[in-house]
Nanobody
């Protein structure tokens, strides 16, 4: 199983980035894919998720209306479009996969210990 996150970079406040998470080695449709982030000195926090089978999505309150998660099942990719980025969004962003039949909450559990697979992170830096 592999998850590969990419698309991070440096952007000015108010700018946009699109992160991509590519999955391989597992049945994509059986999973929900989440994005987490971790800023230096803070705990990793859940950001958003999408259920691959039905496209249901969920967002952490601080990113609602600014971030959009989507999936391209044919390409086995999940995207996180981030608009209106602010310095407090700066972090290493990780994608993670949770198998559908382990979920307690739809479309995904919002906690890192419920994730089954993790990818390496991609760094998002936002200058003020």
């Amino acid at each position: 199983v592999q998850l590969q996150a990419s698309g991070g970079g440096l952007v000015q406040a108010g700018g946009s980035l699109r992160l991509s998470c590519a999955g391989s080695g597992f049945i994509f449709d059986d999973y929900a894919i989440s994005w987490f982030r971790q800023a230096p000195g803070t705990e990793r926090e859940w950001v958003s998720c999408v259920s691959i089978s039905d496209g249901a999505t969920d967002y952490e309150d601080s990113v609602k209306g600014r971030f959009t998660i989507s999936s391209d099942n044919a390409k086995r990719r999940v995207y996180l479009q981030m608009n209106g980025l602010q310095p407090e969004d700066a972090a290493v962003y990780y994608c993670a996969a949770q198998k559908g039949d382990t979920r307690v909450v739809d479309p995904c559990d919002r906690v890192d210990f419920e994730m089954d697979h993790w990818g390496r992170g991609t760094l998002v830096t936002v200058s003020s």
